[in-house]
C-alpha cells in the first residue's frame, strides 16, 4: 500500500496578528510544522498551537526561520553555515520546551521559506541545517524539497530524511519550486492540486512550468496554512488520497 504525510505550515499568528486557519487545518493533517518565532508566532502561539496539533494526534515538527519578522521569513539573507546551525538549534530548542511541557517530542525539522530554498540549493547551508539537528536529537527528521541539498546533506550527517512535495506549488524543470513573484507560481484548484499529488505518490513525476515531467519522490505532501483555500485542499487531499487506497500516516511512519 502506498503511505504518504499530508503536513502544513501552522502556529504563524503572532500577538494581536492572526494568519492561517490553524484549527479549522490540524484535523486533517498528520504532521504540524510549527512557527518558532522568529519569521513568525510567539510563545504564545507556540503553546496554543503545540496544544491543538496534540489535541489532534498530530505530529509536532519545528519551522525554524530566518530572523525576519516583518519579511516573514521569505526574503534571503546572507548568513554563514555557522550562523544557521545556530538558528535551527535555538528555535529546534524552544519548540521542544512546549512540546516535552506536555509529555510530547519533536518529530521533524522543516526550514521556513528563504531559510528552506537556499539550503535547498547551497550543500554548506543544507549541512549546517542537518548538523544542528543531529547534535539536539540524531532521531529528529529533517524535511526538505524533494531530491535537494536538503536531502542529500540530512543523509551524509546521518539523520532521516523526508523529500517534501507541494500540492498547491508550481515546479521549475530543475525540480525547484517557482517564484512567487511568477504568475501560475501558486496553484488554487484542488482539483488540479489532487491530480498532481496522485502522479507525485503513485508514479515519482510531476509536471513542472514548462510542460515537462520530471522525477520526484514524495514522503510528505505540504499544503501551506495562509491560503484562504487551504483548509478545503487538505481537506479535499486528504479525502481523495485516501479514496485511491494511499494511507495518510505521520512522517516517522514512512521514513526509514
Same mark, same amino acid.
Given at each position: 500500500?502506498?503511505?504518504?504525510?499530508?503536513?502544513?505550515?501552522?502556529?504563524?499568528?503572532?500577538?494581536n496578528?492572526?494568519?492561517?486557519?490553524?484549527?479549522?487545518?490540524?484535523?486533517?493533517?498528520?504532521?504540524? !510544522?510549527?512557527?518558532?518565532?522568529?519569521?513568525?508566532g510567539?510563545?504564545?502561539?507556540?503553546?496554543?498551537?503545540v496544544?491543538i496539533?496534540?489535541?489532534? !494526534?498530530?505530529?509536532?515538527?519545528?519551522h525554524?526561520?530566518?530572523?525576519?519578522?516583518?519579511?516573514?521569513?521569505r526574503?534571503?539573507?546572507?548568513?554563514?553555515?555557522?550562523?544557521v546551525?545556530?538558528?535551527v538549534?535555538?528555535?529546534?530548542g524552544?519548540?521542544?520546551?512546549?512540546?516535552?511541557?506536555?509529555? !510530547?517530542?519533536i518529530?521533524?525539522?522543516?526550514?521556513?521559506?528563504?531559510?528552506?530554498?537556499?539550503?535547498?540549493?547551497?550543500?554548506?547551508?543544507?549541512?549546517?541545517?542537518?548538523?544542528?539537528?543531529y547534535?539536539?536529537?540524531?532521531?529528529?527528521?529533517?524535511v526538505?524539497?524533494?531530491?535537494?541539498?536538503?536531502?542529500?546533506?540530512?543523509?551524509?550527517?546521518?539523520?532521516?530524511?523526508? !523529500?517534501?512535495?507541494f500540492? %498547491?506549488?508550481?515546479?521549475?524543470p530543475?525540480?525547484?519550486?517557482?517564484?512567487?513573484?511568477?504568475?501560475?507560481?501558486?496553484?488554487?484548484?484542488?482539483?488540479?492540486?489532487?491530480?498532481?499529488?496522485?502522479?507525485?505518490?503513485? %508514479?515519482?513525476?510531476v509536471?513542472?512550468?514548462?510542460?515537462?515531467?520530471?522525477?520526484?519522490?514524495? %514522503?510528505?505532501?505540504?499544503?501551506?496554512? %495562509?491560503?484562504?483555500?487551504?483548509?478545503e485542499?487538505?481537506?479535499?487531499?486528504?479525502?481523495?488520497?485516501?479514496?485511491?487506497?494511499?494511507?495518510?500516516?505521520?512522517i516517522?511512519?514512512?521514513?526509514a
Open positions: 500500500m502506498y503511505k504518504v504525510d499530508l503536513n502544513s505550515d501552522i502556529g504563524e499568528s503572532f500577538g496578528y492572526k494568519l492561517g486557519f490553524d484549527e479549522e487545518i490540524v484535523p486533517h493533517i498528520t504532521s504540524a !510544522n510549527i512557527a518558532c518565532g522568529w519569521h513568525a510567539d510563545p504564545t502561539v507556540m503553546a496554543h498551537t496544544d496539533a496534540i489535541q489532534n !494526534n498530530t505530529a509536532i515538527g519545528a525554524p526561520g530566518l530572523p525576519d519578522l516583518m519579511g516573514f521569513g526574503r534571503r539573507m546572507e548568513v554563514s553555515p555557522q550562523e546551525k545556530s538558528y538549534k535555538y528555535q529546534l524552544a519548540l521542544t520546551a512546549f512540546a516535552e511541557a506536555k509529555g !510530547n517530542k518529530q521533524h525539522v522543516k526550514p521556513h521559506g528563504g531559510l528552506y530554498n537556499m539550503a535547498a540549493e547551497d550543500r554548506d547551508l543544507a549541512r549546517a541545517i542537518a548538523k544542528g539537528i547534535e539536539v536529537d540524531k532521531d529528529i527528521i529533517l526538505g524539497l524533494a531530491n535537494s541539498e536538503l536531502i542529500h546533506m540530512g543523509k551524509e550527517v546521518g539523520v532521516r530524511v523526508a !523529500n517534501e512535495v500540492a %498547491d506549488r508550481a515546479y521549475n530543475d525540480g525547484t519550486l517557482v517564484s512567487r513573484k511568477r504568475e501560475g507560481a501558486v496553484i488554487h484548484d484542488p482539483d488540479l492540486a489532487f491530480s498532481r499529488i496522485a502522479k507525485m505518490v503513485l %508514479d515519482g513525476k509536471e513542472a512550468i514548462n510542460g515537462e515531467e520530471i522525477e520526484i519522490t514524495a %514522503d510528505t505532501i505540504c499544503v501551506h496554512g %495562509d491560503n484562504p483555500e487551504a483548509v485542499f487538505v481537506s479535499k487531499i486528504n479525502t481523495k488520497l485516501k479514496a485511491e487506497g494511499i494511507e495518510v500516516a505521520p516517522s511512519q514512512i521514513v
